[in-house]
């Protein structure tokens, strides 16, 4: 009869945006934006977000990093031509001292162990390819991040490799993008401290310590991060293991598939995701690698091509999200969101330069830097 209404209780199924409206399950959706499933199959709005950063400065924020030092807590951001920290209660202060911040770059940080080969360095560490890499100890401004001099080390002053991607793995440091060497993975030394073992050195850069994945190829590295015990290492249409963080002794993982995008690289408990070049988004797990991205092809497939690159994924609440520039947007301006649990896609309109998990009071919490001149830090999916 017309009129009557049709109750449905399992919509669970989320975004299918590749099979026809005749083809459809019954639990999924064509269109759908900034909406959620819950476990019971109820539909929901998602929650929204707050301003985190008091009063933030007159630029875009690229690149957001939680680092707890001494047990304060701080947010590092890079936005125009400076980088901030930014503490618990969200005040932007300006650390950018005498460093050298191309206007707009894109930075890596990683937290690692106090340097110790020529002075007391860091623990948190920057670098982005370009500008003189940085360390910040959690107090004054940013200084330039050296390492030790010699035959023996590293032979370009400052002495560290500048790259554009990093990752702390296995109490090292791993280093690779770098310019004049793009298909070569550098990673820092462990210093012997007797009884306790080895313990990192992130100003100690051996020569010995890189390895080069096929450097006659013509294509750089593209991205590396963590999967499981090892290091996934990816250029656009290849992948690797690094199974050993004392040698770099690695396997190739596949041929045909590989990342274009570096913050796409995102460990979580079912695996590394990672966003490739025409294929969709893919799971690394164990020695598998898979398609998890099938129903939702077509917005993969929208992304604009040129601004690919800039991508940003996160795993937070058994979600795996990922912004990216969606059709001519040359920025991200849509967020696919993973649910782990129901195994589905949904898509919103939150969206982020860079994603991260900070703690400044009771318990973690989602943060992004969003896109755009004044947008701050923002914390995600706040309840109320």
Not at 32 to 61: D, Q
Not at 91 to 102: E, F, L, R
Not at 237 to 253: C, F, M, V, Y
């Amino acid at each position: 009869m017309r009129g009557v209404p049709f109750l449905y209780t399992a919509f669970t199924g989320g975004l299918n945006t590749i099979d026809s409206p005749y083809t459809l399950e019954d639990n999924e959706s064509r269109d759908c934006l900034n909406v959620v499933a819950t476990t019971r199959g109820a539909i929901r709005k998602r929650a929204g977000s707050t301003l985190f950063s008091v009063s933030p400065p007159a630029v875009e924020f690229t690149s957001v990093f939680p680092a707890s030092i001494s047990g304060t807590k701080w947010l590092v951001a890079f936005g125009g031509t400076k980088v901030y920290s930014i503490n618990t209660s969200g005040v932007v202060v300006d650390i950018t001292g005498a460093a050298s911040i191309t206007s707009g770059s894109r930075w890596e940080c990683v937290q690692a162990p106090v340097g110790t080969g020529v002075g007391s360095l860091g623990p948190v560490y920057m670098s982005n390819g370009v500008d003189p890499p940085l360390e910040w100890t959690g107090t004054g401004n940013v200084a330039a991040w050296t390492g030790v001099s010699g035959a023996t080390f590293y032979g370009t002053s400052p002495f560290v490799p500048n790259g554009k991607y990093m990752v702390f793995h296995s109490n090292r440091i791993w280093m690779t993008g770098v310019a004049v060497d793009p298909s070569a993975v550098y990673f820092s030394d462990i210093i012997s401290t007797g009884a306790s073992g080895g313990s990192g050195d992130p100003t100690s850069w051996p020569l010995t310590n890189v390895v080069r994945f096929d450097s006659s190829d013509g294509s750089p590295i593209t991205g590396i991060g963590e999967s499981g015990p090892y290091l996934v290492l990816f250029k656009e249409a290849k992948s690797w293991l690094i199974t050993d963080p004392n040698t770099g002794a690695n396997r190739q993982l596949t041929h045909g598939i590989g990342c274009v995008a570096h913050r796409s690289i995102v460990s979580t408990i079912d695996g590394t995701f990672f966003l490739t070049a025409d294929n969709g988004i893919y799971l690394v797990s164990g020695s598998k690698v898979i398609d998890m991205s099938y129903k939702v092809r077509p917005n993969i497939l929208g992304i604009n091509q040129s601004f690919r690159s800039q991508a940003a994924g996160c795993f937070y609440g058994n979600h795996y999200y990922l912004s990216y520039p969606s059709g001519t947007s040359t920025s991200n301006n849509r967020t696919l969101d993973y649910d782990l649990q129901l195994k589905a896609w949904w898509l919103h309109d939150l969206t982020g330069n860079q994603w991260c998990i900070f703690e400044p009071s009771a318990g973690p919490q989602l943060y992004v830097a969003r896109p755009g001149v004044s947008r701050g830090v923002v914390q995600c999916f706040v309840p109320t």
